[in-house]
C-alpha cells in the first residue's frame, strides 16, 4: 500500500452543501476501492492563480489516503467526469513528504489549543480599565 495525497478544485458556484457532497463522492469512491482515508482538509474558497473556465476562484480540498497504485485511475476518472471539478492531482509521498505531512497534521491539531489562548486578551484590557481610576487617585493628591 502507497501514501497518496489528492488536491482537488471545486467551482465556485456550489453552495456549502452540494460543495460537501462532492467531497464525500469522492471519499466514498476511495473507501469503495479499498483506501483508507488518513486526513482530510478543506482549505475553503481560495483565488485562483489564473482564470479557469472563466472562474477566478475554487473550493480548494485536500485528501491523504493509503492505498493500491489502480485507486489513483478509479479516482482520477471520477474527478473528469465530474463538471463540478476545475482541477486536480494527485502524487504518490515518499518517506520524506510522508514525514512532511505527519508534521503538518500534527501542527494543524495543536493549532485550535494555541487559538483558545484569547483570555489573556482579556486580563489585558483589565488594567487598562484600572488606569484612569490611578490618575484620578494622583489629580487630588497634585492640588
Same mark, same amino acid.
Given at each position: ?7 482537488? +478544485? ?10 460537501? =457532497? ?14 483508507? +482515508?488518513?486526513? =482530510? ?10 482564470? +479557469? ?17 489502480? +485507486? ?10 465530474? =463538471? ?14 510522508e514525514e512532511y505531512a505527519i508534521k ?10 494555541? $487559538? ?6 482579556? $486580563?489585558?484590557?483589565?488594567?487598562v480599565a484600572e488606569a484612569p481610576a490611578? $490618575? $484620578? ?7
Amino acid at each position: 500500500m502507497n501514501n497518496y495525497e489528492t488536491v482537488f +478544485i471545486l467551482t465556485p458556484v456550489l453552495s456549502d452543501a452540494q460543495m460537501k =457532497e462532492a467531497v464525500e463522492k469522492f471519499k466514498k469512491v476511495l473507501t469503495d476501492n479499498g483506501a483508507a +482515508i488518513v486526513n =482530510e482538509e478543506n482549505w475553503g474558497l481560495r483565488k485562483l492563480a489564473y482564470p +479557469i473556465q472563466k472562474k477566478t476562484t475554487g473550493f480548494y480540498t485536500l485528501i491523504e489516503f493509503d492505498g493500491e497504485p489502480t +485507486i489513483v485511475n478509479k479516482l482520477e476518472t471520477a474527478f473528469r467526469r465530474d =463538471e463540478k471539478v476545475l482541477r486536480f492531482l494527485t502524487f504518490r509521498l515518499d518517506k520524506f513528504a510522508e514525514e512532511y505531512a505527519i508534521k503538518r497534521r500534527n501542527l494543524k491539531k495543536n493549532a485550535p489549543k494555541e $487559538e483558545v489562548a484569547e483570555p489573556a486578551q482579556e $486580563e489585558v484590557a483589565a488594567p487598562v480599565a484600572e488606569a484612569p481610576a490611578a $490618575e $484620578e487617585a494622583q489629580e487630588p493628591a497634585n492640588e
